[in-house]
């Protein structure tokens, strides 16, 4: 295993082996990322394929044959969700759109279903995670100036160069007004919030999951870089994940010694919960808007939205209202809904809410309530990897994702599986140092057998076995699960 010289005193006096960093990333992820984060596209007719599309339509069948194979390792209750998520959602669609059921479950449920297996198959163990870890790090340092120049002069130089190519389509401007004095950075993501919570989900895995692997000075200066390029979206989700996560390391850091530091911060957000609902004229959910938006005005058309977009659910409690317009007052002029949530439950109703909604929370409940006390390295990965999602889970409160960022969000759910299996470092001790692969089949002999004679090179003698009385069989095989008798 590669060491890197930067690895914490406190994980090495532990007597745990450095983060490996020299693990790669296979060609079709790289090629998925590079899909998210630069929007190319071709027309077929009716339909419309962005390269993520085509990474998945390539991958997404062979995948999932692989994955209820057991390639992948053990199946979760959530695989069965989300497959159950994608039939669900094309039956709500029959009873409400059936001419868009084959377009729209095609493209949507590929997005879904493709992003999680795909980072189900691919990051399997700590060096995978590394490598993409330093992948998306890599990306975001990339987008700086680009984001910079069209923060100041409101130039999208990504989608203007694609625009020119012949043949080539790509998404279109987000015109959205300016904050501070600046553009809202949409870089290559459909809308600003996309780039901003691109940008967040990077933060965590720079800060908290390089440690060992980048020194102390870095971290701190890559993370604040992340984290300021993510603020030039000038959206409030963005930048209430990448707060949301800050908090939660702060908190980590300041009360590290505190075994149940976890549980008491539940109780403190349930105790502040109940706080407000007992002191303010208003319910929980408008004061946490109204502190997580920019404008009171954005924090009241969001609370107009939650109020309104629940009728339409008990209004619809099964099939939902699939992708027909939703039913709101006449000054609510537009039909964004700003909570990925919600319109899960608005569109395929209570079922399609319950089947992605269940199987996102056990991915987080399984990894969370792993002890990992006897492996650091693994439990700052696991700590990353729940800080993002933690955050992205508050911002999809209120935000929407489509396209590439709704795939790239499973992706990465996709890829906190292996945490909840993942040998610790003292089983990676423990292996023999000329382990058969994985992949390759396992033979098992009988430990009180006699080993079978060996091929050798030629000049050299063979061990041969004692002669117990029996002859050997010349055509026997060469391995055996069966005693040779």
């Not at 696991?382 to 209120?398: E, P």
């Not at 423990?430 to 090179?457: C, K």
Request: charge should be positive; charged fraction near 15%.
């Amino acid at each position: 295993m590669a060491v890197s010289d930067t690895f914490s005193h406190r994980q090495a006096a532990q007597g745990v082996d450095p983060i490996a960093v020299s693990g790669k990333l296979p060609l079709v992820v790289w090629l998925y990322l590079l899909a998210v984060v630069i929007p190319v596209g071709v027309s077929l007719g009716p339909l419309v394929l962005t390269g993520v599309r085509i990474v998945l339509i390539v991958m997404i069948l062979p995948l999932m044959a692989q994955l209820f194979m057991g390639r992948f390792g053990k199946l979760f209750a959530t695989d069965f969700l989300f497959i159950g998520h994608v039939l669900w959602t094309a039956v709500a669609l029959v009873m409400n759109n059936p001419s868009q059921v084959v377009q729209q479950t095609g493209s949507v449920g590929m997005e879904f279903l493709g992003g999680y297996v795909l980072g189900r198959a691919y990051i399997r163990t700590r060096e995978d995670f590394t490598a993409l870890s330093k992948m998306l790090i890599l990306f975001v340092l990339a987008m700086v100036p680009l984001a910079l120049l069209e923060a100041v002069t409101g130039q999208v130089l990504i989608i203007d160069l694609l625009k020119k190519v012949p043949g080539m389509r790509t998404i279109a401007y987000s015109i959205q007004e300016r904050r501070f004095g600046l553009d809202r950075v949409q870089m290559g993501f459909s809308h600003p919030i996309h780039f901003g919570l691109f940008c967040s989900i990077t933060f965590s895995l720079c800060f908290v999951a390089m440690e060992g692997t980048f020194g102390t000075a870095r971290r701190w200066i890559t993370g604040a870089i992340i984290a300021t390029t993510g603020f030039l979206a000038l959206s409030s989700g963005a930048i209430l994940a990448i707060a949301l996560q800050f908090g939660l390391i702060l908190w980590s850091m300041m009360f590290a010694k505190i075994e149940k530091r976890w549980w008491i911060l539940v109780g403190l957000f349930v105790l502040g919960y109940v706080v407000i609902d007992l002191l303010s004229n208003r319910k929980p959910i408008d004061v946490f808007m109204s502190y997580a938006t920019f404008s009171a005005e954005t924090a009241y058309w969001r609370a107009q939205i939650f109020e309104w977009g629940m009728k339409n659910v008990w209004a619809n409690p099964v099939f939902g209202i699939g992708l027909n317009d939703w039913v709101r007052p006449w000054y609510m002029y537009t039909n964004s809904v700003d909570n990925f949530w919600l319109l899960q439950a608005m569109r395929y109703g209570i079922p399609g809410f319950l089947t992605v909604t269940l199987g996102y929370v056990l991915i987080l409940f399984h990894v969370m309530r792993r002890d990992l006390s006897i492996d650091p390295v693994l439990a700052v990965f696991r700590r990353a990897w729940v800080f993002t999602f933690l955050g992205l889970s508050f911002t999809l409160c209120t935000v929407h994702v489509w396209t590439s960022m709704y795939s790239f969000v499973f992706f990465m759910l996709g890829a906190g599986v292996w945490l909840i299996v993942a040998p610790t470092q003292e089983d990676r001790n423990q292996e023999p140092v000329n382990a058969t692969p994985r992949t390759d089949p396992v033979f098992v002999r009988n430990l009180d057998t006699p080993p079978m004679t060996q091929r050798t090179p030629r000049g050299l003698v063979a061990p041969q076995r004692k002669d117990d009385g029996v002859k050997p069989r010349a055509s026997a095989p060469r391995y055996s699960r069966f005693d040779d008798k």
